[in-house]
């Protein structure tokens, strides 16, 4: 549902799709296509089709491979019914995961931080879990066609799945192999038969798959971003490409709507990685060219709306042009209104929760004076709208990374957030795990959080900078009148203003590891040391050690992925190194991936969780 909409079903042929739980009509004539998991409850329903003639010919594809148990069970189960002619193919299809984007996967396994991390759960637990992730990683690989090799640290999740996901592919790289071996031991005719898979061996240089522990940068999980698709995820609901906005009128009543962003969303493409005042600023030119292109064409019709054009009209050439250009135009402004609506709304809540305080105090935890006006934005009270939830993320980033913070400061910030009901059962879990980090090597230090010595900041830098702070939210405050359902013309001005005060790039620690790994000569030391103590894993290698010390290379492809849940900061803050770092001309590939994608207030449940 990510990526395919009914349209594209019907564009393939498909009258009818229905989930396999549903009540289905019977189409005996009809040819049906199964997309389903490899579970015993699936193939029963498949069974139970098959008895009852429910469909013509029968074609079976599996999000993943169908266990030896299992496929005897269901051949079994077919032979019985009499009719296994009517199943014409069965197909392993590797697509144990969801994708949304190019770039950007998820495995859709929620909770699994808290699982992970609960000394309580039980070890069959664990490895059901880690089981789970690596086959669906195994599912990806195979999808994405090239053997990697693994990279992750030691210790935590991300090894215990490395280590299965290494076997696998050990196990797969052997069989190929025979598989190969006997193809050409009985076949002289010179055809070329190859291996059911490119194992990356015809590759002039292999690709990296790091695998992360979420522990390594907890930060990232409660920071406020100022990017469109970050602030659309953070604010509403982002979920397989839809955005979910839930809202309240002056009466109570709560309305709820959805907006699709199809995969040929010209503006989401090119705008969702942009600041929020570049978003703004580009619907804007957006609405203005199709106005204009509009009035263009009913000027040549003589038409005065695009909406008098009569599509069966072949009175004039002009006409004529006019109906071949409408459908393109329509979905276009379709796309333009669906996104005026979806930016008019963020601005009306960064105004009701003063968002972009949080995100300005964030760009410089570290300076006495910011924290001193984290401590005035504590205080004060917000009567339009309920943000603790914003000062417990804002507080937790703080505390995680500035290591010499007052026990007074301390505890002044949390006697007011305890003031606002909040339950910071979440804080003492975040405080456990600073107390565990700070004993182990597991993570760079807190300054590091972002690339200090590549960075600036708006709060606390020069007095230019102050005073652009100040028109920060001067302009801030201009942009808070015009939520009035859309965004009114004439804002791009008071954004272009607003888009120079944004703050310098700063890079994320998961992106400062992956330039560790993937561009060695341009990473900091401390990365390079951290990353050089990661183990190695190459399944290729199908003889002699598993593992081998890791050498210091380049590498211009990577599979980036996160147990215990990524976010699109992270994603974000990878393609935008991605894309501007050159290796010999060629900028790097970087795919993003965890075990699920989730929110900073989904993120605190699982902290609190496991707090209390």
Known sequence: SSVLRVNDLLGCG?????????????????????????????????????????????????????????????????????KSFKIKQVFDQYLDFIVTEVDLFSLDLPKLYSKFNNPSTPEDDITIAADKIANSLFATIMTMGSIPIIRCPRGGPAELIGQRLDQKLRDHVINTKNQSNSHSNGNNSGNGNSSIMDTGAGKSERSVLVLLDRNMDLASMFAHSWIYQCMVSDVFNLDRNTITIKSVDKEGKETISKYDIDPRDFFWASSSVLPFPDAV?????????????????????????????????????????????????????????MHMKV????????????????????????????????????????????????????????????????????????????ELNLDLSSLKYIKNVKQFLKMSSFQPSASNHSNSNKTSSIVGGSNDEINSSALFNSLSSKLYGL???????????????????????????????????????????????????????????TRGSHSKPPRRQQFSESVVFVVGGGNYLEYQNLQEWSNSTNNNGNNKLVVYGSTSIITAPEFLEECKELGS
């Open 343 to 418: 930016l008019a709304a963020l601005l009306t809540e960064l105004e009701t929760k003063s968002l972009d305080s949080f995100f300005e105090i964030e760009q410089d935890l570290n300076d006495v004076k910011v924290q001193k006006q984290f401590l005035e934005l504590l205080k004060s009270s917000n009567t339009k709208g309920d943000n603790s939830i914003d000062k417990l993320r804002t507080y937790i980033m703080i505390y995680l990374q500035v290591d010499d913070l007052s026990s007074s400061y301390i505890q002044e910030c949390e006697k007011i957030l305890e």
């Open 281 to 337: 600023e580009n619907v804007e030119k957006e609405l203005e060219k199709y106005k204009q292109e509009a009035q263009e064409l009913t000027n040549r019709t003589g038409i005065s709306k695009l909406q008098d054009i009569d599509p069966n009209s072949s009175d004039t050439l002009h006409i004529q042009q006019a109906v071949k250009a409408l459908p393109e135009l329509t979905a276009r402004k379709a796309i333009i209104d």
């Open 14 to 82: 498909i009258t009818i799709h229905s989930l396999i739980t549903a009540k289905r009509a019977a189409l005996p004539e009809v040819p049906v296509i199964y997309f389903l998991e490899p579970t015993p409850e699936n193939i029963a329903k498949i069974i139970t089709d098959l008895e009852k003639d429910q469909y013509g010919d029968f074609y079976i594809n599996f999000t993943s491979s169908l266990g030896r148990a299992l496929l005897e069970d269901f051949a079994k189960k077919v032979a019985m019914t009499g």
């Open 483 to 541: 939520t009035d359902g859309r965004i009114s013309e004439g804002v791009g001005s008071l954004i272009t203003g607003l888009r120079k005060l944004l703050p310098e790039k700063k890079q994320l620690p998961i992106t400062n590891v992956i330039e560790a790994i993937m561009n060695p000569q341009e990473a900091t030391q401390e990365f390079i040391n951290l990353t050089d103590d990661y183990l190695y894993f190459d399944p290729r290698m």
